[in-house]
C-alpha cells in the first residue's frame, strides 16, 4: 500500500462543475502540498498546509490531521485547470513522499 | 525573473557519458531539491540540500551526485548514463525543510540514445 493515496486517478467534468480531489497519508506528517502539473510539464506548488483550510481564488484545500486526510476543491471549474494535480506529504524525516497524481480534465 | 531556473531544458546523449544539469534559484531559499519524473509521471525525491545536510533516498545509484558551489546553485551530475536514466528532471527549492512550499523549476528532459 502506498504511503501517500490520491483519488481518483483521472477525473472528467464539465466546465462549471465543482471538483474535488482526495489525498489519504499513512505517515505523521509536518505538512501536506498540493501542486499542480501542466501539460507542458511545469510545476507549481498551490498549497502547503498542516491544518485546517485555505483558498486562493477559486482553489480550497483541506486536511484533516486526525483522519490523515486531505481534499482539494475547484470551484466553478474551468478547462485551464486540467492538470494533474499531486498530493505530497513531508514527513518527519524531512522526506517528501507524493501521490500519484490525479489527472484532471475540464470539458468547455 | 525566474524564480528556479534550470539548464538546460533538454539533454540527448550517448549512454555511458557524464553529463550535468544546472539548477539556480533567486528566491534566497535555503533548501534545494531533484526529482525524477519517470515514465508513469510519479515523481519522485532523489536529494535535499541545505547548507547543513544533505539527504539522500538510498535508491538513488551512486552515479548520480549533486553539487551545490553555493547557496542558490545546486547541480545534477551523472556519469555512465543508461538508458534508465531517461526521465523529466526537476529542480525545487524551498526555505526550511518539506514543511515549506516548494517552488520548482520548468524540468529537463533527458533523453539516452
Known amino acids: 500500500k502506498n504511503e501517500v493515496e490520491q483519488s481518483p486517478q483521472n477525473l472528467t467534468a464539465q466546465e462549471g462543475e465543482f471538483i474535488t480531489i482526495n489525498c489519504s497519508y499513512s505517515?505523521?506528517?509536518?505538512?501536506l502540498h498540493w501542486l499542480q502539473q501542466h501539460p507542458g510539464g511545469g510545476i507549481v506548488s498551490l498549497f502547503m498546509?498542516?491544518?485546517?483550510?485555505k483558498k486562493h481564488g477559486r482553489l480550497i484545500a483541506t486536511i484533516n490531521i486526525q483522519e490523515k486526510h486531505s481534499s482539494l476543491h475547484i470551484t466553478a471549474s474551468h478547462p485551464r485547470d486540467s492538470a494533474v494535480y499531486i498530493c505530497?506529504?513531508?514527513?518527519?524525516?524531512?522526506?517528501?513522499?507524493w501521490g500519484a497524481g490525479t489527472k484532471l480534465i475540464i470539458k468547455p | 525573473d525566474t524564480a528556479v531556473s534550470q539548464t538546460p531544458k533538454y539533454l540527448v546523449t550517448q549512454m555511458g557519458n557524464d553529463k550535468s544539469i544546472k539548477c539556480e534559484q533567486n528566491?534566497?531559499?535555503?533548501?534545494m531539491y531533484w526529482y525524477k519524473q519517470d515514465s508513469k509521471k510519479f515523481l519522485k525525491i532523489m536529494f535535499s540540500?541545505?547548507?547543513?545536510?544533505?539527504?539522500i533516498n538510498e535508491t538513488v545509484p551512486n552515479r548520480f551526485s549533486p553539487k551545490s558551489p553555493d547557496k542558490a546553485h545546486l547541480n545534477l551530475h551523472i556519469n555512465s548514463l543508461e538508458l534508465g536514466d531517461s526521465a523529466v528532471y526537476f529542480c525545487?527549492?524551498?526555505?526550511?525543510?518539506?514543511?515549506?512550499?516548494?517552488?520548482f523549476g520548468d524540468g529537463t528532459r533527458l533523453s539516452i540514445l
Open positions: 525545487a527549492s524551498s526555505q526550511g525543510w518539506g514543511d515549506q512550499p516548494q517552488h
Open positions: 505517515v505523521g506528517i509536518s505538512a
Open positions: 498546509l498542516s491544518s485546517g483550510k
Open positions: 528566491l534566497g531559499h535555503d533548501t
Open positions: 540540500y541545505n547548507n547543513k545536510e544533505l539527504i
Open positions: 505530497a506529504v513531508g514527513d518527519s524525516n524531512y522526506q517528501l513522499i
